[in-house]
Protein backbone atom coordinates (compact mmCIF):
# COMPACT_ATOMS: atom_id res chain seq x y z
CA UNK A 1 0.00 0.00 0.00
CA UNK A 2 1.34 3.56 -0.98
CA UNK A 3 1.72 5.70 1.63
CA UNK A 4 2.27 9.68 1.44
CA UNK A 5 3.76 11.01 4.83
CA UNK A 6 3.43 14.66 4.58
CA UNK A 7 5.16 17.51 7.66
CA UNK A 8 5.89 20.92 7.52
CA UNK A 9 2.84 22.55 8.86
CA UNK A 10 1.71 24.88 11.85
CA UNK A 11 0.86 28.37 12.62
CA UNK A 12 2.80 30.89 10.74
CA UNK A 13 1.81 34.75 11.13
CA UNK A 14 0.96 36.41 7.81
CA UNK A 15 3.39 37.53 5.30
CA UNK A 16 5.72 34.69 6.96
CA UNK A 17 6.65 30.93 5.41
CA UNK A 18 6.61 27.46 5.70
CA UNK A 19 7.66 24.45 3.78
CA UNK A 20 5.49 21.04 3.85
CA UNK A 21 7.17 18.14 2.88
CA UNK A 22 5.75 14.63 0.98
CA UNK A 23 7.64 11.76 1.32
CA UNK A 24 5.94 8.79 -0.48
CA UNK A 25 6.90 5.04 0.43
CA UNK A 26 7.96 4.25 -3.10
CA UNK A 27 9.88 6.63 -5.42
CA UNK A 28 8.45 10.03 -7.09
CA UNK A 29 9.36 8.78 -10.00
CA UNK A 30 6.68 5.59 -9.93
CA UNK A 31 3.85 8.50 -10.11
CA UNK A 32 3.15 10.91 -13.13
CA UNK A 33 2.42 13.54 -11.05
CA UNK A 34 2.57 14.87 -7.44
CA UNK A 35 0.70 17.94 -6.09
CA UNK A 36 -0.93 19.88 -3.30
CA UNK A 37 -3.98 20.52 -2.48
CA UNK A 38 -5.98 21.96 0.68
CA UNK A 39 -9.12 22.10 2.44
CA UNK A 40 -10.54 25.11 4.52
CA UNK A 41 -13.21 24.84 7.03
CA UNK A 42 -16.58 24.71 4.90
CA UNK A 43 -14.85 24.56 1.38
CA UNK A 44 -14.44 22.06 -0.53
CA UNK A 45 -10.95 20.65 -1.37
CA UNK A 46 -9.02 23.28 -4.08
CA UNK A 47 -5.90 22.43 -5.92
CA UNK A 48 -2.97 24.28 -5.37
CA UNK A 49 0.10 23.42 -7.22
CA UNK A 50 1.27 20.16 -9.22
CA UNK A 51 4.53 19.09 -10.58
CA UNK A 52 4.57 16.31 -13.24
CA UNK A 53 8.11 14.61 -13.46
CA UNK A 54 7.90 13.56 -17.43
CA UNK A 55 7.99 17.33 -18.50
CA UNK A 56 9.34 18.58 -15.36
CA UNK A 57 6.16 21.30 -15.53
CA UNK A 58 4.73 23.15 -12.95
CA UNK A 59 0.85 24.24 -12.11
CA UNK A 60 -0.14 26.62 -9.90
CA UNK A 61 -3.62 28.26 -9.02
CA UNK A 62 -4.34 31.63 -9.42
CA UNK A 63 -4.19 32.49 -5.66
CA UNK A 64 -0.69 31.34 -4.80
CA UNK A 65 1.24 32.44 -8.02
CA UNK A 66 4.41 34.03 -7.61
CA UNK A 67 3.84 33.01 -3.19
CA UNK A 68 4.21 29.36 -3.11
CA UNK A 69 6.75 26.55 -5.02
CA UNK A 70 5.84 23.37 -5.92
CA UNK A 71 9.66 21.48 -5.87
CA UNK A 72 11.06 17.33 -5.95
CA UNK A 73 14.56 16.60 -4.42
CA UNK A 74 15.04 12.94 -5.63
CA UNK A 75 17.73 12.24 -3.39
CA UNK A 76 15.52 12.50 -0.78
CA UNK A 77 12.83 10.99 -2.47
CA UNK A 78 10.60 14.38 -1.09
CA UNK A 79 7.81 16.42 -3.04
CA UNK A 80 8.06 20.10 -1.54
CA UNK A 81 5.51 22.96 -0.97
CA UNK A 82 7.57 25.85 -0.15
CA UNK A 83 5.06 29.16 1.10
CA UNK A 84 6.31 32.59 1.31
CA UNK A 85 3.99 35.73 1.94
CA UNK A 86 1.37 33.75 3.36
CA UNK A 87 -2.06 35.06 4.01
CA UNK A 88 -4.69 34.49 6.57
CA UNK A 89 -6.93 33.08 3.60
CA UNK A 90 -4.46 30.23 3.08
CA UNK A 91 -5.22 28.94 6.27
CA UNK A 92 -6.38 25.08 5.89
CA UNK A 93 -5.36 21.26 5.95
CA UNK A 94 -2.97 20.73 2.87
CA UNK A 95 -2.52 17.24 1.48
CA UNK A 96 0.03 15.89 -0.89
CA UNK A 97 -1.39 13.87 -3.41
CA UNK A 98 0.43 11.46 -6.14
CA UNK A 99 -1.33 10.08 -9.26
CA UNK A 100 0.44 7.22 -11.51
CA UNK A 101 0.47 7.16 -15.33
CA UNK A 102 -2.65 4.34 -15.35
CA UNK A 103 -4.89 6.89 -12.70
CA UNK A 104 -3.92 5.22 -9.03
CA UNK A 105 -4.84 8.16 -6.82
CA UNK A 106 -3.08 8.24 -3.23
CA UNK A 107 -3.48 11.26 -0.44
CA UNK A 108 -1.45 12.12 2.55
CA UNK A 109 -3.21 12.45 5.69
CA UNK A 110 -3.16 16.25 5.41
CA UNK A 111 -1.02 18.75 7.80
CA UNK A 112 -2.77 21.93 9.09
CA UNK A 113 -1.55 25.39 7.92
CA UNK A 114 -2.43 28.14 10.06
CA UNK A 115 -1.64 32.01 9.37
CA UNK A 116 -2.81 33.98 11.88
CA UNK A 117 -1.25 36.85 14.15
Known amino acids: QVQLVESGGGLVQPGGSLRLSCAPS????????MGWYRQAPGKQRELVAT????????YYADSVKGRFTISRDAAKNTVYLQMNSLKPEDTAVYYC??????????WGQGTQVTVSS
Open 97 to 106: NAQQLLGNLY
Open 26 to 33: VTIFSFYT
Open 51 to 58: ITFSTNSN
